[in-house]
């Protein structure tokens, strides 16, 4: 998200550095050694998709 201000720039670029090295931790002291090899993407596919079924009631799809 790049802008004209360089203060929101560093500020956007800290925020996605904290989330990345909180990331990093969790994998580290939380996880399987075969989960810690994982990037972000395949973490979030692997790990955090959770199956659903589609429900029509009442002409609502939940």
Not at 5 to 29: G, T, V
């Amino acid at each position: 998200m790049p802008t004209q201000s360089f203060a929101a720039n560093e500020i956007d670029l800290l925020l996605k550095l904290l989330a990345y090295n909180l990331f990093e931790r969790l994998k580290h002291h939380c996880c399987d050694p075969i989960h810690q090899s994982y990037a972000i993407q395949r973490f979030r596919r692997e790990l955090f998709r959770c199956a659903g079924a589609f429900v029509n009631h009442a002409r609502r799809i939940i």
